[in-house]
């Protein structure tokens, strides 16, 4: 079994309703999570995610975002770069 961090992250660092659950690979490959505020804008404006459709409504928190699927090594290590700043954002903890 795996022995996960202690969820301690702000209501935005999760996908709801879930309380443990920041972030899931889709089939096509896109990362949907949540992301830092700090993170949101850069991220949309340099074409490396989108909102999340459902992050329009006003319920929902901004942070969710879908992350495009890396194309190459680069691309991938930004990919993990985002991924870890989500997780450290829902855990508190530096991976």
């Known amino acids: 079994m ?9 209501r935005e660092a999760f996908l ?6 920041f972030g899931h690979v889709h089939r ?13 804008e850069p991220l ?3 074409d490396w995610a989108e909102p999340h459709p459902i992050s329009r409504r006003p319920e929902w928190p901004q942070t969710i975002v879908m992350l ?10 930004v990919a993990t770069d985002v ?6 954002q829902a855990t508190s903890e530096e991976v």
């Open 28 to 40: 096509a490959g896109s990362l949907h999570l949540t992301v830092p505020k700090s993170l949101v």
């Open 44 to 46: 949309h404006n340099t």
């Open 16 to 21: 709801h309703p879930s309380t443990d659950e």
């Open 2 to 10: 795996i022995d996960l961090p202690t969820r301690t992250g702000p």
């Open 68 to 77: 495009h699927s890396p194309r190459d090594e680069a691309e991938l290590a």
């Open 83 to 88: 991924l870890r700043a989500s997780w450290q």
